[in-house]
């Protein structure tokens, strides 16, 4: 299912994550070649991907919601 952004943090490695509309969160890293998202690395960055959409494969699951 797709889901908004509404949100960013940090976990306790410092890798980005996505918090989204629905209460799941979401790792959001750029790791070139295999994942490029440069927008993550800047505040900046990621306030441009508020309310963009994310596959959720734990919608899909039926998973429990995430916290923080």
């Keep these: 299912?797709?889901?908004?952004?509404?949100?960013?943090?940090?976990?306790?490695?410092?890798?980005?994550?996505?918090?989204l509309e629905c209460g799941h969160f979401q790792h959001v890293r750029h790791n070139p070649p295999w994942m490029s998202r440069p927008w993550v690395v800047t505040e900046e960055g990621r306030a441009t991907m508020l309310g963009s959409q994310l596959h959720c494969k734990k919608c899909d699951a039926g998973a429990?919601?995430?916290?923080?």
């Design 64 to 68: 429990p919601l995430d916290r923080l």
């Design 1 to 19: 299912m797709e889901r908004g952004i509404v949100g960013f943090h940090q976990d306790i490695e410092n890798h980005w994550v996505a918090e």
